[in-house]
């Protein structure tokens, strides 16, 4: 008999400001509120106290690249995990790397610094590194945190670890006030250390949803001299476009998805080129024969988390919902307005789908031959929203 040992497939716990919580997809919690919605700010929020107004003796940092201005779910997740268990005496401060126009004290943070010299699309490890120590060398963080991600922070904390010769944990799924967890060993082991230096979260350990604010006090940031160049010894060879068309769905930041309500496919796949935005298509649209099966999300399909999801015409039933829960703004266009995708949307356009395709690519085209070039679409998904609102 195969006697494999089987790990729970899920993470175990979420820390959450009610301490840690089995987290069961679908289910109901306590407060009423579905477990693993995290999704959208609530409208009934009411204002929060702040966490502590003692005067700080220590301090936890968080280290993550904005994206376009604000942090990710997964950044938000590590800054919440050090707010969540920082006691009375702790500050936590937030360093942004990119420009920040957030609000850093509803994440949590007591101190913002902002280090608009860097972005995401650039690589430069060796700088981010000396503003990473920079930071640390003045405010003496107990630990350090940063997103366990692929795109910057996860390199920079194992980076920042190995230089300064720290304690580190990575992919760390669990974490409280005095250990983190790991899978290690093919994931074949759940192993507990007591927290280190430096902690790389994994993503969705920690329920960003928090019952306080921080002071979010912006610090006015200035390098002691020039930033040591990466030049020589790394060499960015920049970003290179490639056809969103090309772009595996659960990879793509931006897709425009079709519905039963979208009739004329040859206008809403020239949007998205227009737009460089992948395809993806409801069950029923697939169905129809209107898109390959490969372009399906939702549960029997692809699950995406893309910044940006425009749905048109897809009435947002669970099953499609599903695939795009991980998805950061949501954007519906639907001629019914208590379409269940409207409960999901950041935005509903109340339209019909062919009307705003058109209105789009108009939009598109006349912002192409104002701007000169199709480069002049780099920022579509904004155009789209701009379009839209
Ligand atoms: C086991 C199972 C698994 C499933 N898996 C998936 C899955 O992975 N993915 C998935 O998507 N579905 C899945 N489904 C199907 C799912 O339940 C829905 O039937 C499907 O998502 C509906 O697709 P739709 O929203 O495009 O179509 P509809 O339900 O027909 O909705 C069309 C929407 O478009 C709007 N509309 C119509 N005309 C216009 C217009 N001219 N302008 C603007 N709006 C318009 C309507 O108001 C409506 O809201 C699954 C179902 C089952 C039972």
């Not at 995990?81 to 943070?109: K, P, S, W």
């Not at 250990?179 to 759940?190: D, G």
């Not at 999801?309 to 019914?336: E, P, T």
Request: aromatic letters at 4%; one cysteine or more; glycine letters at 8%.
């Amino acid at each position: 008999m195969n006697t494999f040992k089987r790990i729970e497939p899920r993470r175990p716990f979420t820390i959450t400001a009610d301490g840690l919580k089995r987290i069961t997809l679908g289910v109901t919690d306590s407060t009423g509120a579905m477990s693993m919605s995290t999704h959208g700010v609530s409208h009934r929020e009411q204002p929060k106290p702040r966490r502590t107004t003692v005067a700080a003796q220590r301090a936890l940092l968080v280290a993550a690249h904005a994206d376009r201005g604000a942090l990710d779910d997964h950044a938000r997740q590590t800054l919440a995990a050090a707010a969540l268990i920082a006691d009375a005496q702790t500050e936590v401060v937030l360093v942004v790397f990119g420009e920040f126009t957030d609000n850093a004290a509803l994440l949590g943070a007591d101190k913002l610094i902002e280090l608009p010299m860097f972005d995401r699309r650039a690589f430069a490890p060796l700088d981010e590194l000396n503003a990473l120590a920079a930071c640390v060398a003045a405010y003496a963080p107990v630990h350090v945190f940063l997103p366990d991600n692929a795109t910057g922070d996860g390199d920079l904390g194992r980076r920042y670890a190995a230089a300064v010769n720290a304690s580190v944990a990575t992919h760390v799924v669990e974490l409280d006030a005095a250990h983190v967890a790991s899978y290690v060993k093919a994931n074949s082991v759940f192993a507990v250390r007591a927290l280190p230096e430096v902690v790389l979260l994994a993503p969705n350990a920690v329920d960003p949803t928090l019952p306080f604010v921080g002071a979010g006090e912006q610090v006015v940031w200035r390098f002691d001299g020039a930033p040591v160049s990466s030049q020589g010894v790394v060499r960015d060879l920049g970003i290179e476009e490639i056809d969103a068309a090309q772009v595996a769905l659960e990879e793509a930041d931006f897709i425009v998805s079709a519905g039963n309500g979208v009739s004329d496919v040859a206008a809403f796949e020239r949007l998205a080129s227009t737009l460089g935005a992948a395809i993806g298509a409801s069950r029923v649209a697939v169905d129809d024969g209107k898109f390959a099966r490969d372009k399906q999300i939702g549960a029997t399909g692809k699950t995406v988390e893309a910044s940006v999801y425009i749905a048109f015409g897809i009435s947002g039933a669970v099953q499609h919902l599903q695939g795009i829960k991980d998805c950061r703004h949501v954007i519906a266009v639907n001629l019914d307005a208590s379409a269940p995708i409207a409960k999901r949307a950041n935005l509903t356009v109340i339209a019909d789908t062919q009307e705003t395709i058109a209105a789009l690519n108009e939009a598109a085209a006349a912002a192409r031959s104002a701007r000169g070039t199709g480069a002049a679409l780099l920022n579509s998904a904004a155009l789209a929203e701009g379009a839209l609102v």
